[in-house]
């Protein structure tokens, strides 16, 4: 588990509630003035506007489905450490070095990245350099168009949800000023502010953190499967294993590199 967002979550909870309910004069905690932060029709107004109105006018069912699903890899840890896979791939090297190319045709079993399994029966096969290269690169490329829909929807939701904010304030204020008796300007005032309030923390504390830890993990995902790529065409062409590790240690900052 990525205890980073679980940490970020409570911490951004934490300070939300006690920003809500604490007193600073004395020093105390008061539950009830968090009733004064709730307002059914600003709710309303900013989740159903936002994200059952724009939202779904912007994306397409399939795309909900997948972003949604997608939402919960912020609490995941990546499967791969590039440090390890480099490893790992240096030893691929050797043995096919000493014992030829097809002596991977085996070690596939207990690879668990599809990407990679996919990438040494290809150079096992004996599948042309450009063919392999061009296949991997084609399916990164579809990996990043995948990823990247799925981040345009969380930043979306991060976009509208401000704006509906905006709208609510709006409705409230038009109210008000529509009727200004005494005992409709506070419920009136209550749209006006906390729509806009929902709308920030919505976008700000959770879509577009969302979105940018979903970029996070991307990136890093990217990067492993580059070395993958990198990897197998090394092993493909028959490169001495320090070789193969001197040109998978550039993916790794300096001071975790291993030389043997």
Do not use: C
Request: glycine share 10%.
């Amino acid at each position: 588990m990525d205890i980073a967002t679980v940490l970020g979550l409570f911490m951004g909870t934490l300070m939300l509630v006690m920003g809500m309910g604490f007193d600073f004069k004395t020093v105390t905690f008061d539950p009830g003035k968090l009733n004064g932060f709730w307002d059914t029709p600003s709710v309303i107004i900013v989740i159903l506007g936002s994200t059952l109105g724009s939202m779904m006018v912007a994306q397409n069912l399939k795309q909900w489905v997948t972003a949604l699903k997608a939402g919960k890899l912020i609490f995941s840890l990546g499967n791969s450490s590039a440090g390890e896979l480099i490893k790992q791939l240096v030893g691929f090297a050797e043995t096919a070095r000493r014992d030829g190319i097809l002596a991977l045709e085996n070690v596939t079993d207990d690879i668990k990245d599809d990407y990679l399994v996919r990438g040494i029966r290809l150079a096992v096969d004996g599948t042309d350099p450009e063919l392999i290269e061009g296949i991997m690169e084609t399916e990164l490329e579809i990996l990043e168009q995948r990823h990247n829909d799925v981040i345009n929807f969380w930043n979306l939701v991060g976009k509208y949800t401000p704006t509906w904010g905006m709208l609510g304030t709006l409705i409230g204020l038009i109210l008000m000023l529509a009727d200004m008796r005494p005992e409709t300007i506070g419920p009136n005032m209550s749209i006006a502010l906390l729509t806009t309030y929902y709308g920030a923390i919505i976008a700000n504390f959770l879509a577009i953190p969302v979105a940018d830890k979903l970029k996070s993990k991307h990136e890093q995902e990217a990067l492993i499967k580059n070395i993958i790529l990198k990897g197998v065409m090394s092993i493909q062409s028959g490169d001495n294993p320090r070789i193969v590790q001197q040109k998978l240690n550039i993916y790794l900052p300096p001071d975790e590199r291993e030389y043997d």
